[in-house]
């Protein structure tokens, strides 16, 4: 019996490990997006403040790490703590996401020279990225808090910012702009599809803490 009670109490100690392990991935997530966004949009060099590959494997060997705890954890206490395990699962796959599409954004860096300027999108260009660098701030906070009240915030901001990238495309696909050369038309138009994708795995991410787990990666069903 007293074996049985030390393998549960490894066993809850271990989803608290998982738990903690997909707030540093997270943590990781944004350190690697404010590096990639500075090699393409202020680096001329496309420098990187810090080994963003290196950092994405990080998180690849986290992720693993999250699920093996997990597995182990409902291996070992049943349905104890079931859905916070799924929840787990189902979040570190999007963390994951966004580490590919943060290595997107430094491959788009390397490619294009000198840094990269939006032309007559630079204004909204910039407020994408503003929406995204405070809703990742947001999202680890609302990670380590279950605060539902800012998920909630996340989630709302979602459509307008995925609208506004996607304005960007359409408009560069639907007309010549004189205010920005082929070569940087083509990089906005990636990179605002990189911020699109990236904010969307954010929301499906407090979209966690918000809903319950049919939901997740969903909006908040309306109060009827």
Wanted: aromatic share 6%; hydrophobic share 40%.
């Amino acid at each position: 019996m007293f074996k049985k009670f030390r393998e549960l109490f490894g066993s809850e100690n271990l989803l608290d490990q998982a738990y903690e392990t997909t707030v540093k991935m997270l943590e990781t997530d944004f350190e690697m997006y404010k590096a990639a966004r500075h090699s393409l949009r202020e680096s001329e060099t496309a420098e990187l403040p810090v080994d963003v590959r290196k950092k994405d494997k990080q998180i690849n060997k986290f992720e693993r790490q999250v699920r093996r705890n997990v597995l182990t954890h409902l291996t070992v206490a049943g349905n104890a703590n079931l859905v916070p395990g799924l929840i787990l699962v189902s979040i570190v796959i999007d963390v994951e996401r966004i580490g590919d599409y943060t290595k997107n954004i430094v491959d788009l860096a390397e490619r294009h020279p000198g840094k990269l300027l939006g032309g007559s999108f630079e204004s909204t260009l910039n407020d994408i990225e503003t929406a995204v660098i405070e809703n990742f701030d947001l999202a680890i906070t609302v990670l380590k808090t279950q605060d539902k009240k800012h998920g909630q915030q996340i989630m709302n901001s979602e459509e307008g910012i995925s609208r506004q990238c996607e304005n960007i495309v359409v408009a560069l696909l639907s007309k010549p702009n004189d205010s920005i050369n082929q070569q940087d038309a083509v990089a906005v138009a990636l990179y605002s599809r990189h911020l699109k994708r990236i904010n969307a795995h954010i929301t499906n991410i407090v979209s966690s803490i918000v809903n319950p787990f049919p939901r997740i990666g969903f909006r908040e069903k309306p109060k009827s």
